[in-house]
């Protein structure tokens, strides 16, 4: 199983990122996936969860109405649209499968919103 995060980088406040996940060595349209994001010296917390068909979403508060998580089953990959980033949302976001017992995490990507 291989899970590799892209797209965070430097955003000024207010503006837009879409980060992707891409996965390997499962049966991507069989699993519900999940974004996840640690912020300097806090806890991990769940930002968004998407069902394998992608029928059902769910976020954390703080985020409800700015981000958007979607997924592409054929290309094996979901993403995490973020719109109107403010500088809480700075944090190294991964996403994660969990398979039975097994949770399985992407190495993260970085996300900075500072002007």
């Known amino acids: 199983v291989q899970l590799v995060e892209s797209g965070g980088g430097l955003v000024q406040p207010g503006g837009s990122l879409r980060l992707s996940c891409a996965t390997s060595?499962?049966?991507?349209?069989?699993?519900?996936m999940s974004w996840f994001r640690q912020a300097p010296g806090k806890e991990r917390e769940l930002v968004a969860v998407i069902t394998n068909i992608g029928d059902k979403t769910n976020y954390v508060d703080s985020v409800k109405g700015r981000f958007t998580i979607s997924r592409d089953n054929a290309k094996n990959t979901v993403y995490l649209q973020m719109n109107s980033l403010k500088p809480e949302d700075t944090a190294v976001y991964y996403c994660?499968?969990?398979?039975?017992?097994?949770?399985?995490w992407g190495q993260g990507t970085s996300v900075t919103v500072s002007s």
């Open positions: 060595g499962f049966t991507f349209s069989s699993y519900a």
């Open positions: 994660r499968t969990v398979h039975s017992v097994y949770r399985y």
